[in-house]
């Protein structure tokens, strides 16, 4: 088994930053994704990296405002969020997948397993 716990999220004004982390109970090499989901709205993958760090991805939604980055060393895997607005609020997660090739494809059901989620809430 493999569990993931998410930290750093909280209430933030427009224009600020956010940097989340995500720490693995284990080493491992698995492709890691940052998802969110806003009330009574679908899961949306934000971004993901594959397990040696040296292929990312983005959604246009964050590209430019958004940085993935992993410490295999620390067993974590850090999403750093500037620029925040509103439409970012939502409960973010992280997960990891067995296949680097989830990283290709932001479908949450390429991913086994799943942290509890931080809230991240981005208001004046």
């Known amino acids: 088994q493999l569990q993931l716990v998410e930290s750093g999220g909280g209430l933030v004004q427009p224009g600020g930053s956010l940097r989340l982390s995500c720490v693995a109970s284990?080493?491992?090499?698995?492709?890691i994704g940052w998802f969110r989901q806003a009330p009574e709205k679908e899961r949306e993958g934000v971004s993901c990296?594959?397990?040696?760090?040296?292929?990312?991805n983005y959604a246009d939604s964050v590209k430019g405002r958004f940085t993935i980055s992993r410490d295999n060393a620390k067993k974590t895997v850090y999403l750093e969020m500037n620029s925040l607005n509103p439409e970012d609020t939502a409960v973010y997660y992280c997960?990891?997948?067995?296949?680097?090739?989830?990283?290709?494809?932001?479908?949450?059901?390429?991913?086994?397993?799943w942290g509890q989620g931080t809230q991240v809430a981005v208001s004046s």
């Open positions: 284990r080493f491992t090499y698995y492709a």
């Open positions: 990296i594959s397990g040696s760090g040296g292929n990312t």
């Open positions: 997960a990891a997948a067995r296949s680097n090739a989830a990283c290709g494809r932001p479908d949450s059901s390429m991913y086994d397993y």
